[in-house]
């Protein structure tokens, strides 16, 4: 069996004239054991040295063994994971991030997903200034292609845009000045490595300055020199690019975040200050909060009699298992999962005579409400409203119900930002001294440019309806909210690294609610934690004026991989100047010692002290400056830090400070 492998080499290893497609074939020649031609088709020059190759598992073997070759690795399968976001964080047109920066009108974005549906007109070019000259590449004609994470992260505004009547208002994104280059790497299996890296090439040669990837493996993350976004990552910011990836959307287990590298500005989901409400009304009279994007006919107070799908061959309304007999003309309980869309069980129940659905979640969704264009009146309730429906069913002879549809409300109840259940967590599973994800954003039940191609709910032989809009959810919607946020950073801040516009974004965070009490998983329905919200909410206008940054730059990145016992060859893989590594000189004596912005500490057995050292920068407005320490404690640690005062005397001044992590818990060794 031939499986697609990527092959990746560095610079200074492979011989002089090797780096063609010549040199490249001249190494994968079929060997005795098998003489199957090698199918070459990619070369990779600057996110790394390599290639892309159809292999069986003996050349794979075989090609490892080369000298000029530093790791085989197979072509893994990644994942994809407005009108009221921008006003939700803050971004006014009088003051703050979006005037200071322009707009990013000179920032050019390239977004990494499913590529895009140029004619919406959240992609018009009208007043825009000529093109940025740093902008070396060129468009390609193809076919029609999705569009949301593009919209999001820098679209153009569009007046009374939505989805049908809901979530009416003036459309944009984060960066409504700046440029999108948009790299179709997803396809109907998926997306792959070997294309998420030859994307990541061409952006870098056209000229990006900000990279937004929206996608992931669906199983848990890989180990640095195994992951192909980590190293194809690190190399963008050897480069100045900064690239955001979505965290994942396997919540809400711990250890299931992905895109974890340090390096990478990993990114989480929340809610907003907007629902679309379709609120369930039993016989009995209780209510119970429901989210719903149906646009057909309402039920009006028209009340239906209720069953439950598992009473009647389905918990999970499963094609073909629902009994039409027990349920035509009722309103039906379907249970969310079982390998079944939550808008696929719209059809199932049309076909076996249903009505209408109430939609419930399981205790992997817990109170999590994401809004659906259903096909029939339909609506989702969290896991404890979904019980109580369905004890309501079992306990009186004729159970009734109705939904009233209220369409699109705002304001502070419930409270916002709380993250979405679906949204990934840690700790990092690779390196649990570094926090993920980093920060979160607006990803759940957000407005985006739509592909014409299929209707809003994706069913392709039943959705006739066509929409320019779409209400998504997911990682993926949050991540090029970030991506925009520091676009518009970088065109503020040009001299800015990398690490430098992920700091500001990371240190302005917040972690309480509008209610100003700690952010609500809705997974639980407890308060969450740094493992599953990060750093915090981003907060644009306070990432502006950050005052200290926490810089990094190859040399500290070198020291981390050092710290995690790789070795040359190892590290070689992700620099573009592989001279450069010398674990003597630049090493950590951990990896929580890597000039994060954050902190995660790992007391390893018979330790119960753990010291980092941090660095930071003035960038702030004031020369003399003086910052004095707080510390929140966590739960049975001791945290001390020396000095408590930082005094500034210049710009761009860095100090140093110690901070030492003490465990007080009496039973925490066996």
């Given at each position: 069996?031939?499986?697609?492998?990527?092959?990746?080499?560095?610079?200074?290893?492979?011989?002089?004239?090797?780096?063609?497609?010549?040199?490249?074939?001249?190494?994968?020649?079929?060997?005795?054991?098998?003489?199957?031609?090698?199918?070459?088709?990619?070369?990779?020059?600057?996110?790394?040295?390599?290639?892309?190759?159809?292999?069986?598992?003996?050349?794979?073997?075989?090609?490892?063994?080369?000298?000029?070759?530093?790791?085989?690795?197979?072509?893994?399968?990644?994942?994809?994971?407005?009108?009221?976001?921008?006003?939700?964080?803050?971004?006014?047109?009088?003051?703050?991030?979006?005037?200071?920066?322009?707009?990013?009108?000179?920032?050019?974005?390239?977004?990494?997903?499913?590529?895009?549906?140029?004619?919406?007109?959240?992609?018009?070019?009208?007043?825009?200034?000529?093109?940025?000259?740093?902008?070396?590449?060129?468009?390609?004609?193809?076919?029609?292609?999705?569009?949301?994470?593009?919209?999001?992260?820098?679209?153009?505004?569009?007046?009374?845009?939505?989805?049908?009547?809901?979530?009416?208002?003036?459309?944009?994104?984060?960066?409504?000045?700046?440029?999108?280059?948009?790299?179709?790497?997803?396809?109907?299996?998926?997306?792959?490595?070997?294309?998420?890296?030859?994307?990541?090439?061409?952006?870098?040669?056209?000229?990006?300055?900000?990279?937004?990837?929206?996608?992931?493996?669906?199983k848990s993350a890989s180990s640095y020199v195994n992951d192909n976004i980590a190293?194809?990552?690190?190399?963008?910011?050897?480069?100045?690019?900064?690239?955001?990836?979505?965290?994942?959307?396997?919540?809400?287990?711990?250890?299931?975040?992905?895109?974890?590298?340090?390096?990478?500005?990993?990114?989480?989901?929340?809610?907003?200050?907007?629902?679309?409400?379709?609120?369930?009304?039993?016989?009995?009279?209780?209510?119970?909060?429901?989210?719903?994007?149906?646009?057909?006919?309402?039920?009006?107070?028209?009340?239906?009699?209720?069953?439950?799908?598992?009473?009647?061959?389905?918990?999970?309304?499963?094609?073909?298992?629902?009994?039409?007999?027990?349920?035509?003309?009722?309103?039906?309980?379907?249970?969310?999962?079982?390998?079944?869309?939550?808008?696929?069980?719209?059809?199932?129940?049309?076909?076996?005579?249903?009505?209408?659905?109430?939609?419930?979640?399981?205790?992997?969704?817990?109170?999590?409400?994401?809004?659906?264009?259903?096909?029939?009146?339909?609506?989702?309730?969290?896991?404890?409203?979904?019980?109580?429906?369905?004890?309501?069913?079992?306990?009186?002879?004729?159970?009734?119900?109705?939904?009233?549809?209220?369409?699109?409300?705002?304001?502070?109840?419930?409270?916002?930002?709380?993250?979405?259940?679906?949204s990934s967590r840690g700790p990092n599973r690779v390196t649990p001294e570094i926090?993920?994800?980093?920060?979160?954003?607006?990803?759940?039940?957000?407005?985006?440019?739509?592909?014409?191609?299929?209707?809003?709910?994706?069913?392709?032989?039943?959705?006739?309806?066509?929409?320019?809009?779409?209400?998504?959810?997911?990682?993926?919607?949050?991540?090029?909210?970030?991506?925009?946020?520091?676009?518009?950073?970088?065109?503020?801040?040009?001299?800015?690294?990398?690490?430098?516009?992920?700091?500001?974004?990371?240190?302005?965070?917040?972690?309480?609610?509008?209610?100003?009490?700690?952010?609500?998983?809705?997974?639980?329905?407890?308060?969450?934690?740094?493992?599953?919200?990060?750093?915090?909410?981003?907060?644009?206008?306070?990432?502006?004026?950050?005052?200290?940054?926490?810089?990094?730059?190859?040399?500290?990145?070198?020291?981390?991989?050092?710290?995690?016992?790789?070795?040359?060859?190892?590290?070689?893989?992700?620099?573009?100047?592989?001279?450069?590594?010398?674990?003597?000189?630049?090493?950590?004596?951990?990896?929580?010692?890597?000039?994060?912005?954050?902190?995660?500490?790992?007391?390893?057995?018979?330790?119960?002290?753990?010291?980092?050292?941090?660095?930071?920068?003035?960038?702030?407005?004031?020369?003399?400056?003086?910052?004095?320490?707080?510390?929140?404690?966590?739960?049975?640690v001791d945290v001390s830090v020396s000095p408590r005062k930082l005094n500034f005397?210049?710009?761009?001044?860095?100090?140093?400070?110690?901070?030492?992590?003490?465990?007080?818990?009496?039973?925490?060794?066996?």
């Open positions: 069996m031939f499986h697609t492998f990527v092959a990746v080499g560095a610079i200074v290893i492979i011989p002089t004239g090797m780096s063609t497609i010549v040199s490249h074939k001249s190494r994968l020649r079929p060997g005795a054991k098998h003489r199957r031609p090698i199918a070459l088709f990619l070369k990779l020059t600057l996110s790394s040295t390599g290639f892309a190759a159809h292999l069986s598992a003996a050349q794979a073997f075989e090609l490892q063994r080369h000298p000029a070759v530093l790791t085989v690795v197979l072509d893994k399968v990644h994942h994809l994971h407005t009108t009221r976001t921008p006003q939700f964080m803050g971004l006014e047109q009088r003051s703050g991030l979006w005037p200071k920066s322009h707009y990013a009108s000179n920032v050019i974005i390239g977004v990494l997903d499913t590529g895009i549906w140029p004619e919406l007109p959240s992609f018009s070019d009208e007043g825009y200034d000529p093109l940025p000259v740093t902008w070396k590449g060129s468009c390609e004609v193809g076919p029609h292609f999705p569009a949301t994470s593009s919209s999001t992260a820098a679209g153009s505004v569009v007046p009374n845009a939505g989805l049908f009547d809901y979530a009416r208002g003036e459309a944009m994104g984060m960066a409504i000045k700046a440029r999108i280059a948009a790299y179709k790497i997803c396809w109907t299996l998926g997306c792959y490595d070997s294309d998420m890296l030859a994307a990541i090439d061409q952006a870098i040669a056209d000229g990006v300055h900000n990279i937004s990837l929206s996608v992931g493996v669906k190293i194809g990552d690190l190399h963008v910011a050897q480069r100045g690019v900064l690239m955001s990836c979505s965290a994942g959307k396997s919540g809400p287990n711990p250890f299931t975040a992905v895109n974890i590298a340090p390096w990478i500005l990993t990114v989480g989901a929340s809610t907003i200050d907007r629902e679309f409400s379709a609120d369930i009304e039993l016989g009995d009279g209780r209510k119970f909060r429901g989210a719903s994007l149906y646009a057909g006919e309402a039920l009006d107070d028209s009340v239906l009699k209720l069953v439950n799908g598992a009473d009647c061959g389905s918990r999970f309304c499963i094609a073909g298992e629902l009994n039409s007999s027990k349920v035509t003309g009722k309103m039906v309980i379907c249970d969310r999962g079982g390998a079944s869309g939550r808008v696929a069980k719209d059809e199932v129940v049309k076909q076996a005579g249903g009505v209408a659905m109430i939609l419930t979640n399981t205790a992997e969704s817990g109170e999590e409400l994401i809004a659906d264009s259903h096909i029939i009146p339909a609506t989702l309730v969290g896991q404890s409203a979904g019980d109580q429906i369905k004890d309501y069913v079992s306990s009186v002879p004729n159970p009734t119900a109705t939904i009233k549809f209220k369409g699109t409300v705002t304001g502070p109840s419930p409270s916002a930002p709380r993250v979405a259940a679906f926090l993920k994800p980093d920060v979160i954003g607006p990803g759940v039940n957000i407005l985006a440019g739509w592909t014409g191609a299929v209707g809003s709910s994706g069913l392709k032989k039943i959705d006739q309806r066509r929409v320019e809009f779409n209400v998504m959810s997911g990682t993926s919607m949050s991540c090029p909210h970030i991506s925009g946020l520091a676009a518009l950073l970088r065109n503020t801040y040009p001299s800015w690294c990398p690490a430098a516009v992920k700091s500001a974004l990371m240190t302005t965070a917040y972690y309480l609610d509008n209610s100003k009490k700690n952010f609500t998983d809705l997974a639980t329905g407890k308060q969450s934690s740094e493992f599953v919200h990060g750093s915090g909410h981003v907060d644009p206008n306070k990432a502006l004026n950050p005052g200290l940054v926490y810089d990094i730059d190859v040399r500290d990145y070198i020291a981390f991989l050092c710290s995690i016992r790789y070795g040359s060859k190892d590290i070689a893989i992700f620099l573009k100047d592989p001279a450069t590594i010398d674990c003597g000189a630049n090493n950590l004596s951990s990896p929580g010692n890597l000039n994060y912005p954050s902190f995660s500490v790992v007391f390893e057995s018979g330790k119960t002290m753990v010291k980092y050292t941090r660095v930071v920068k003035n960038v702030g407005a004031l020369i003399n400056a003086v910052y004095n320490v707080t510390v929140n404690k966590p739960l049975n005397s210049a710009k761009k001044q860095k100090l140093s400070y110690d901070i030492i992590f003490t465990s007080t818990k009496t039973d925490q060794f066996d």
